[in-house]
């Protein structure tokens, strides 16, 4: 006789006709979604994963920094939940699964369960995290890193997008300030299914990607400070060139990363230039570098080499330099038990497998400093997220969320 759950699958079809039917709260201009966090398509997304979620008959908690939390009692009322989720927010040009697939594969679990009539010991807890992207407000996974002690509420709420708008205010404004304690939560068990974003598993033709660590990252943000001037009249031994000063980090950059390989990334994503006028010298320049690796020594030496290196370049042209760190996690290390359930529900379903290393930065890690946690990961075509054009199967949404239901099972105890 199989193990109770043992032969569970979710409903591909609900599941992928969900992801779908979110995408068209915030649609992007070329197929892919702009539902950036605390907008007020966020808040409509919100609605909607609500109703949802009671429908399935789940009750829901919001905390103040509006983290979601969607529950489905246990029959042990001491029981510690598991909570599986991610995040609804999306970047300005993102795509239609980047953290919402994560989400609603939660959802599809408990509708699952809900339609077999199957009882846990453990509650489940189906999450959505606030402003895991950091698009708008940085830095990425705010929700989660308050929750997690990382950040102060005051700190996140004082965050400002590019129009000077706070996250407090704007949180506040669409009506997603909760009434629950930020962090009072605790966990048994934290499990987030995503894409990879990255190339890996599509070139290995794997199905599933077994999560078992996460890189490390700083964002260094860099104010050169220069001198605003005639591009055509001004002598070029006369110049204090910020723009120029710029182009010799980036390069410099990509040089220390590549000293580090492999298994370390760096490179430079935004870039404000002031007056930003073609034929004005910059008289300031606002860029964020964005280094990674999964080694603490490779990070640490990272980030200093970065910083030291800029310094001499400025001060060799006269600009002025300044360094803020606006995002950081230490590399992370996932739960080996929770890691080996989920390998092994891969072989009992019969997917392809393989352990990968999270290249991008999850709620999960900082929910692994709370409670056990780990990640699941599915294909994603070419590689390709934060873009319109991402893309995924049906089949590959479906072997994730088989794994995550499984593995979440064995984790919350099957009743009877």
């Not at 005051?154 to 000077?164: F, I, K, L, N």
């Not at 040089?255 to 006028?277: D, K, Y």
Request: glycine share 12%.
């Amino acid at each position: 006789m199989p193990a109770p759950g043992e032969n569970l699958r979710i409903n591909p079809d609900r599941l992928w006709d969900s992801i779908h039917e979110m995408a068209e709260i915030g649609p992007g201009i070329a197929g892919g979604s702009n539902r950036q966090t605390v907008t007020d398509d966020d808040a409509k997304g919100r609605a909607l994963f609500q109703k949802w979620c009671e429908d399935a008959g789940m009750s829901m908690g919001v905390d103040t920094m509006g983290n979601m939390f969607m529950t489905r009692p246990g029959t042990d009322p001491d029981a510690l939940p598991v909570y599986v989720g991610s995040h609804l927010d999306t970047q300005p040009t993102g795509g239609r699964y980047d953290g919402v697939l994560g989400v609603l594969a939660g959802l599809e679990l408990v509708r699952t369960l809900n339609d077999l009539g199957i009882e846990t010991r453990h509650p489940i807890v189906v999450t959505n995290w606030t402003n895991e992207e950091g698009a708008r407000f940085a830095p990425a996974m705010l929700g989660s890193g308050v929750f997690a002690g990382m950040h102060t509420q005051d700190y996140a709420y004082a965050r400002t997008d590019p129009e000077g708008k706070a996250f407090g205010d704007e949180l506040k404004r669409i009506g997603w300030v909760g009434d629950e304690e930020v962090g009072a939560r605790k966990m048994h068990a934290y499990f987030e299914y995503h894409i990879e974003q990255g190339p890996i598993l599509e070139a290995e033709d794997k199905q599933i990607g077994v999560v078992t660590h996460g890189q490390g990252l700083w964002w260094l943000e860099f104010t050169l400070t220069g001198k605003e001037a005639h591009t055509g009249s001004t002598p070029m031994h006369m110049r204090v060139n910020a723009g120029l000063a710029m182009s010799r980090i980036v390069e410099m950059v990509q040089a220390v990363a590549m000293e580090e390989q492999p298994g370390a990334v760096g490179g430079v994503g935004q870039m404000f230039f002031s007056p930003n006028s073609r034929n004005v010298l910059p008289g300031k320049v606002v860029f964020t570098v964005d280094i990674r690796t999964p080694s603490q020594d490779k990070l640490d030496r990272m980030r200093a080499k970065i910083e030291a290196e800029a310094a001499t370049i400025c001060e060799a042209l006269g600009v002025g330099c300044a360094v803020e760190a606006v995002g950081h996690f230490d590399p992370v290390t996932f739960d080996p038990e929770l890691v080996g359930r989920v390998r092994q529900a891969a072989v009992d379903l019969g997917y392809s497998h393989m352990d990968i290393i999270s290249g991008a930065g999850h709620d999960a890690c900082w929910t692994a400093r709370l409670a056990p946690s780990t990640m699941i990961m599915c294909p994603c075509v070419d590689g390709l997220s934060h873009n319109e054009a991402e893309d995924i199967s049906k089949e590959w949404a479906t072997a994730g969320a088989d794994v995550l239901l499984r593995a979440v099972l064995e984790t919350a105890e099957i009743v009877g």
